[in-house]
């Protein structure tokens, strides 16, 4: 005979399923449910207890229990890319540029860059801290704040990283202009023009371009949308080339939005130990994970395994991609990475860094993001329920564990470079296959950004983009 808590059990887990409770909304409180539903309290946390176990919920620390925020469809991924096995110049990023200065045209609809809408940002929270701190800090604003930056902003950075493993004091970190800069400055500190860097495939654009303006050859590593960065075919490239650093996001990947395990990010860390090939860990999407506990970065895992992890990161992706905060943690290259980003831009500004230390202080930061995971979770899902309602039959599309994009596959004759053109032409920006790779690869690819404001318009717009496809083949 079932237990009452599996019956219970059994009924929320239907109403999860239907839609009645939504990926990140909060479910009864207990004793509300109790009272409701005529059973006790205990039989009420069990059930929340079996749901729990199952992964359908989590429960968050003094505000209850909450629908773990998930994608809702369920699509066929694409495959494991399969990149030239050797070392290459970046080529055709020239698009790039025209797709960014979309994101500034409020005609568009901008599934294009990932800079997420007003609507997932905590706007007004940022807005009031940039007033204390220009009204309370009328001095220190308007001086520089050199490297490596603001005493009170490294301190609460270190806090957050040490919170989720990382063994990491306020003096080692350095604020940069954003995460990109912060690649840029870590790659400057272990490479040298005609180096090898090892990629994942498909990748970044910023990275891309960040390797093309300092002349370092790109190899892109076979990489799978559920388990990330090919281990093997990194072994067999290190065998193969003389390469210098290695640049991965292990959490919630873009485009592909992967999750590396645990167990593979130690064999990553391993890997390059080994080697002496120094990790530069791009973690900008590690604080947007749907799941109920944060994934560790690299950094924290690292401790015996012989490697040394260069930590990138920011607030872009959270908070304020205007006020471009990021930071680097550059381990033995401390004293060389603060002299490389004075002599780049003698310091990052200083209101933006009072104001975000301020935040974070204020435990805002927190609170924002336990409630835009779901809000992120949501999109996702939204976009790749929209996606496979109107694109054709065999389209294939990423189930991200977290971050805010999805890379679609579309059919083989489809040339997302001239689907980019035509989208545009009729008002929709969309991020074409190939500028996510050295080679120009994934001719039939495309990366949508998820975290738009969702209404009939953004709709309508999944609608023209499936209607551009066979104008879009050959």
Not at 130 to 152: C, D, I, T, V, W
Not at 361 to 367: I, K, Q, V
Not at 445 to 457: E, N, Q, V, Y
């Amino acid at each position: 005979m079932d237990l009452l808590y599996d019956r219970l059990a059994a009924d929320l887990r239907e109403h999860i399923e239907q839609g009645v409770y939504g990926a990140g909304e909060r479910l009864p409180g207990v004793r509300v449910l109790s009272r409701t539903r005529g059973v006790s309290v205990a039989t009420v946390l069990a059930a929340y207890r079996r749901l729990e176990a199952d992964a359908l919920i989590e429960a968050r620390a003094r505000s209850g229990y909450y629908v773990s925020a998930r994608p809702a469809a369920r699509v066929p991924a694409p495959a494991r890319s399969a990149p030239a096995a050797q070392p290459s110049p970046v080529t055709g990023q020239e698009l790039v540029l025209s797709l960014v200065k979309a994101s500034n045209d409020p005609a568009v609809v901008q599934f294009g860059a990932a800079v997420p809408d007003p609507s997932f940002l905590p706007v007004r929270a940022v807005e009031r801290a940039l007033a204390r701190a220009a009204r309370q800090h009328r001095n220190r604003a308007a001086a520089y704040e050199f490297p490596p930056g603001l005493p009170e902003l490294r301190r609460q950075i270190a806090r957050r990283m040490s919170a989720y493993g990382c063994a990491v004091g306020a003096d080692d970190v350095v604020i940069t202009n954003g995460c990109q800069e912060a690649l840029v400055l870590a790659l400057r500190a272990v490479t040298r023009p005609g180096d090898v860097v090892a990629i994942e495939s498909p990748t970044f654009y910023g990275l891309l371009q960040a390797l093309d303006s300092l002349q370092l050859e790109a190899l892109e590593i076979p990489t799978d949308p559920v388990d990330g960065l090919s281990l093997e075919a990194l072994q067999l490239a290190l065998d193969r080339w003389p390469v210098r650093a290695c640049i991965a996001t292990p959490n919630f990947s873009n485009p592909l939005g992967y999750c590396m395990s645990e167990a593979r990010k130690r064999r990553l860390l391993t890997l390059l130990g080994a080697r002496g090939v120094p990790l530069i860990e791009d973690d900008i999407y590690g604080d947007l994970g749907f799941g109920p506990r944060r994934p560790p970065p690299c950094l924290a895992l690292s401790a015996g395994t012989g490697a040394e992890v260069l930590y990138c990161a920011s607030f872009s992706k959270t908070l304020s991609p205007g006020l471009r905060v990021g930071w680097l943690v550059p381990g033995g290259h401390q004293a060389r990475v603060e002299y490389l980003k004075y002599v780049l831009n003698m310091a990052s500004p200083t209101v933006p860094q009072l104001a975000l230390a301020d935040v974070l202080h204020s435990g805002g930061y927190e609170r924002h993001l336990r409630a835009v995971r779901g809000d992120y979770a949501r999109a996702v899902g939204r976009m790749i329920e929209a996606v496979t309602r109107h694109f054709p039959a065999g389209t294939r599309i990423t189930q991200p564990a977290g971050g805010f994009v999805i890379w679609v596959e579309l059919a083989p004759r489809v040339d997302s470079l001239k689907l980019a053109k035509l989208a545009r032409a009729e008002g929709v920006s969309i991020a074409p296959g190939p500028i996510f790779s050295a080679t120009q690869k994934y001719r039939n690819f495309m990366r949508l950004s998820c975290a738009c404001r969702w209404d009939g318009r953004v709709e309508a717009a999944v609608g023209r983009l499936a209607r551009l496809l066979d104008a879009a083949a050959g």
